[in-house]
């Protein structure tokens, strides 16, 4: 008996329970081309003829399983563990990652070769992108001649990485699609297909809406309320520790780890909530798994209820939140520290990032790229405040907690920017990302469109409860389905593309008020400046040849130099293929933008550099900051732009192709 990939089991699992169907409801559930279905239907028709099966196709009223006589043998293809697909190499890496992380032996080079159906060579090339992997993840991959190749590393590690894996595959959100259809009643073993991945099949079969229900019960028993984002990241730790547990693997913590989490108030419910696990699941868990628990319950993202935001915290926190806000603002020409949304709501998120840099817990933030290129001077602002974190416990820099800061900053930023007129069309605002995502989206919303009302801002897990009568719009930082009102999807920074899906949904035209193009930047070109096809190989060598100019023109102090170092040390400037260097306003005399282009690129951490545009601007030219990156930015972004840069010959060429791309279209 042949055996089914994912997507002919699918197939097979649609056939048996529809009487007929069509490819238009096909490629709506599969999100494949005509063309592709057609080639998976052939595959299971292979399959199927073994016992005279198989799909009819007529054109005009649809396709349909006929012949099959033995049910039994439909059950035994759908129980088979599925084919897996190894064709590409991204394939080969994860199913080899997820491999090695459910192994404690040694596996050999020729078995992995004989399963993935792979040369040697191809493997070894396979092996090099699963131990980058690991390195990011902290787990060393060990390799031994005539043993093969395995991990090394305690269970809290393993953990954490199958995790990483798991949300790499299977996002958060598909994960809340499921619970929210299985507490709708939904077809639970379309749920399944829903879910399934070849790399994934192997794992138990839990009851997730009986855990959903058991974290939901431990937000009752405690004051926090996760947002959408952590309540798959609980969901999805509780469901690998369950596993891990049956197969007898326990955490062991450190003595001073469980010291200071018994220490914890919420110890006693991670407790009660660990025994509720046992119970349901018939699995025995010691005493270190409920510190586990704890930890993430702690680092897990919180969502902001009203109760959340009017709790006491302690002045020690307090203190920390002002002391940030205090330093960012000096790169921002804005009151941070008497918003008081943003110092609560900070507060809040501080207070669980705090707990997940004490426990060493990953957190992945998706909008990174974005709020670098996008709000620079707001992410720059968040390093700043930073450094009162570094200062105080000693946590190093981290891009993507500074990220999630600058989000909060910005929400205030857009707050102190809107008005609130009186308003019309009723708008529902949903996102799974935490508070701080929220706040964001409905703030520049509310200024963005002065003519809507936002009439409350949810979850995707708390949609349901909502009235729809009274929505006429719902704007969601995801795709949403079964829905009865219009649903438009968006990035939390309403980009131009965002806000004209927002338009036409709205049916309305708006005028360029939500435009703020700055076009000024060109008065800082300046041809001794510029230069093309640098033969630098080494990116800090570079730097130091493009400050010398700078001194040597009187633009920065000597001490300008090792602040540039200084700002790259705590989080690279790169976006894609472009740097953009900058030192403290302090050391500068007077603003000058520098840009070169490199005959080769050049390789700083996982970017390949081609262009890099080096500024040293004073702090009266940072109020306008904000907007001259915005105009930088949409140059360096344009493809057409960039190559023009990039092939330029001379000086004049490169000064005449920024002059001209800095001016409207």
């Known amino acids: 008996m042949h055996a089914l990939n994912k997507v002919t089991r699918q197939l097979l699992e649609l056939f048996i329970q529809e009487d007929v169907l069509n490819y238009d409801s096909l490629i709506k559930t599969f999100g494949f081309s005509q063309k592709t279905l057609s080639k998976e239907i052939d595959a299971l028709n292979r399959v199927l003829e073994e016992e005279n099966t198989r799909i009819i196709r007529k054109q005009g009223i649809g396709m349909w399983l006929e012949g099959y006589k033995d049910e039994r043998y439909l059950s035994l293809l759908l129980n088979q563990e599925p084919v897996i697909d190894f064709q590409d190499s991204k394939s080969r890496m994860y199913y080899l990652v997820f491999m090695l992380l459910n192994s404690r032996d040694y596996i050999t080079m020729e078995s992995l070769s004989e399963e993935l159906y792979v040369s040697r060579s191809t493997l070894v090339n396979d092996i090099k992108k699963v131990d980058t992997w690991f390195l990011k993840q902290g787990v060393d991959l060990t390799k031994k001649r005539a043993k093969g190749i395995k991990i090394q590393t305690k269970e809290i590690k393993r953990r954490e990485a199958m995790a990483s894996l798991y949300k790499t595959l299977r996002t958060n959100r598909k994960l809340l699609n499921m619970i929210r259809r299985l507490r709708l009643g939904r077809n639970i073993s379309k749920i399944d297909s829903y879910v399934a991945s070849d790399l994934f099949n192997r794992f138990d079969t839990f009851d997730i809406d009986t855990l959903r229900l058991i974290v939901r019960n431990l937000e009752e028993k405690t004051t926090i309320r996760f947002s959408d984002e952590g309540f798959a990241a609980i969901v999805i730790h509780i469901a690998i520790a369950i596993k891990r547990a049956k197969e007898g693997h326990w955490i062991e913590l450190s003595s001073s780890t469980v010291k200071r989490l018994k220490e914890h108030n919420e110890f006693e419910t991670a407790l009660k909530f660990l025994k509720k696990i046992e119970e349901n699941f018939n699995v025995s868990m010691p005493e270190d798994e409920a510190c586990y628990i704890l930890m993430h319950m702690l680092g897990a993202k919180v969502l902001s209820e009203p109760e959340s935001l009017n709790q006491a915290f302690s002045k020690d926190l307090m203190s920390t939140v002002n002391g940030m806000l205090k330093k960012s603002e000096t790169l921002l020409d804005v009151s941070l520290v008497h918003d008081d949304v943003l110092v609560k709501s900070l507060a809040l998120h501080i207070k669980t990032l705090i707990n997940r840099l004490e426990n060493n817990l990953p957190i992945n933030n998706p909008y990174l790229n974005t709020i670098k290129t996008e709000y620079p001077m707001v992410f720059e602002a968040a390093i700043y405040g930073y450094e009162t974190m570094k200062e105080k416990y000693g946590f190093a820099y981290n891009d993507h907690e500074i990220a999630y800061i600058a989000m ?258």
Request: proline share 3%; with cysteine; aromatic share 6%.
């Open 408 to 665: 909060y900053i910005q929400a205030a930023i857009e707050r102190s920017n809107s008005m609130k007129p009186r308003l019309k069309k009723r708008i529902l605002i949903v996102c799974s990302s935490g508070i701080g995502t929220a706040q964001l989206v409905t703030s520049k919303f509310k200024r963005l469109f002065k003519d809507t009302e936002v009439v409350n801002t949810t979850s995707l897990l708390e949609l349901d409860k909502i009235n729809k009568k009274e929505i006429d719009l719902i704007v969601s930082t995801f795709s949403i389905d079964h829905t009865e009102v219009p649903c438009v999807s968006v990035s939390p920074f309403l980009n131009d593309k965002d806000i004209q899906r927002i338009e036409t949904a709205l049916e309305k035209t708006k005028t360029s008020e939500t435009q703020m193009p700055f076009k000024g930047f060109t008065r800082l070109l300046d041809k001794r400046f510029l230069k093309v096809h640098s033969r630098h190989t080494d990116y800090n060598r570079l730097l130091k040849s493009m400050i010398d100019v700078l001194t040597r023109e009187s633009r920065v102090t000597e001490k300008f130099h090792e602040t540039v170092l200084k700002r790259e040390a705590l989080s690279s400037t790169a976006i894609l293929d472009v740097t953009i260097p900058h030192g403290d306003y302090k050391e500068v005399i007077q603003d000058t933008m520098m840009v070169w282009t490199l005959s080769k690129p050049i390789k700083y951490g996982s970017s390949n550099i081609k262009i890099v545009i080096m500024l040293a601007l004073r702090k009266e030219t940072t109020k306008s900051l904000q907007s001259f990156y915005d105009s930088l930015y949409a140059i360096i972004d344009n493809g057409n732009i960039k190559e023009k840069i990039l092939k330029v010959k001379d000086k004049e060429s490169l000064y005449m192709t920024l002059f001209k791309g800095d001016k409207p279209s």
